[in-house]
Nanobody, 128 residues
Framework: QLQLVESGGGLVQPGGSLRLSCAAS????????IGWFRQAPGKEREGVSC????????YYADSVKGRFTISRDNAKNTVYLQMNSLKPEDTAVYYCATRDSNWYLEQSLQVPYEYGYWGQGTQVTVSS
């Protein structure tokens, strides 16, 4: 069975950090570009960051630039999202997803339907 599983979410105070993991089972991630998306209650799904499968290029939404870092460890079949200086507006369910192509990867953050496999999401809550 092909699965993506996110983990690492939780409750954190403003200014704190979390590291999300996206682990694959049943297939290998190294041939896929990977995106992180989030969805807050009552809002549309928003692209956060993505990483290519070829040269490791990374892209970020303006709202998280300088605070979030995406990385991948193909040996562990896992992609990470390090989130620092968290703000209450970062509160959302975070999802990872696969994309077959690295073409127009930065723009793909605006088009979630270009992503194929999705995980079930992990809740991140930033609150004092």
């Amino acid at each position: 069975q092909l699965q993506l599983v996110e983990s690492g979410g939780g409750l954190v105070q403003p200014g704190g950090s979390l590291r999300l993991s996206c682990a694959a089972s049943g297939f290998t991630l190294d041939h896929y570009a990977i995106g992180w998306f989030r969805q807050a209650p009552g809002k549309e799904r928003e692209g956060v960051s993505c990483i290519s499968s070829s040269d490791g290029s990374t892209y970020y939404a303006d709202s998280v630039k300088g605070r979030f870092t995406i990385s991948r460890d193909n040996a562990k079949n896992t992609v990470y999202l390090q989130m620092n200086s968290l703000k209450p507006e970062d509160t959302a369910v975070y999802y990872c997803a696969t994309r077959d192509s690295n073409w127009y990867l930065e723009q793909s953050l605006q088009v979630p339907y270009e992503y194929g496999y999705w995980g079930q999401g992990t809740q991140v809550t930033v609150s004092s």
